[in-house]
């Protein structure tokens, strides 16, 4: 009898989203993709706007995007997702849109592009994926590859003096006038992933308001190419990666005007 009362009143608390397509992730052991792809699956979930979504992905690993979410997805040429979101955009204003994009993406071959994108204040979401290397062709420099840090182009680390200082994407764009809403997050323990998915579904939500240009940047491990365990670079990110690239609020539009 205990056991059937027991039964009949257990809920289901955590569950694969509606916007995840029943399909295993096939990245590398640590990645955070499949993380950042769970937190941005449950936002949408939560809002309730999985019909109305379209996701944009470029080329790397984040090319594998339309494999795991369950709602149209587009993949655009190397940088170029937040031109194809504009014009999606402003051709059917009742979708929510959003890029998801990496940092040799987003901050290298697609730095105009999103820095204009940011100026015109487009209306979209961008949720970008920074683990400071390229990731799926072999681990070279990125633009987001911090001082010291051991690349397969930089055996020796990162000099700045030859090679230039890394990208602070975040810092950069908060600057801009079209700019509504930056945060960067983590995804380094449980707590930061739990602000990660607030940022995440704040930021889609600000779209649906309809109050322009918002990016997420997600710091994001690649023990892979790191040459380290997942949990190496979990304590990597937090002791060296996070002082070049400190998590916050940069910019929000509504805080400062109180809308």
């Known amino acids: 009898m205990n056991k059937t009362h027991k039964t009949e009143n257990m809920c289901k608390v955590f569950e694969r989203p509606r916007s995840l397509k029943q399909e295993p992730f096939r990245y590398c052991p640590g990645c955070g993709h499949s993380i950042a792809h769970r937190l941005v699956a449950e936002s949408i979930d939560s ?16 090319v594998f995007a339309y494999d795991y979410f369950n ?19 402003r051709a059917r204003p009742d979708t929510i849109v959003f890029t998801y994009q990496g940092d040799g993406d987003l901050a290298a071959i697609g ?12 209306n979209i979401s961008v949720f970008f994926v920074n683990n400071a290397t390229y990731g799926m062709t072999g681990g070279q420099m990125a633009p987001t590859t911090i001082a ?4 397969a182009t930089t055996p020796n680390g990162r000099d700045s003096a030859l090679h230039g200082f890394p990208l602070r994407m975040s810092e950069l764009l908060a600057t801009i006038d079209g700019v509504s809403y930056i945060e960067r997050v983590s995804l380094t323990s449980y707590a930061e992933i739990r602000t990660a998915r607030q940022a995440i579904e ?38 060296k990666m996070m002082k070049t690239f400190p998590v916050g609020i940069f910019r929000d539009r509504t805080e400062e005007t109180g809308a």
Do not use: N
């Not at 655009?76 to 997702?81: D, K, L, M, S």
């Not at 010291?148 to 690349?151: D, I, L, V």
């Open 47 to 62: 809002l309730g706007i999985r019909d109305r979504v379209i996701g944009i992905a470029p080329v790397g690993c984040a």
């Open 71 to 89: 709602f149209d997805m587009i993949e655009a040429a190397h940088g170029r997702p937040p031109a194809v979101a504009t014009g999606l955009k």
């Open 111 to 122: 730095t105009g592009e999103i820095i204009h994108a940011a100026a015109r204040g487009e």
């Open 148 to 151: 010291g840090q051991r690349t």
């Open 202 to 239: 704040k930021s889609l939500q600000y779209q649906i308001s309809g109050f322009g240009f918002s990016m997420i940047e997600i710091l994001s491990p690649c023990p892979t190419d790191w040459g380290m365990t997942p949990a190496e670079s979990l304590r990597w990110m937090q002791t």
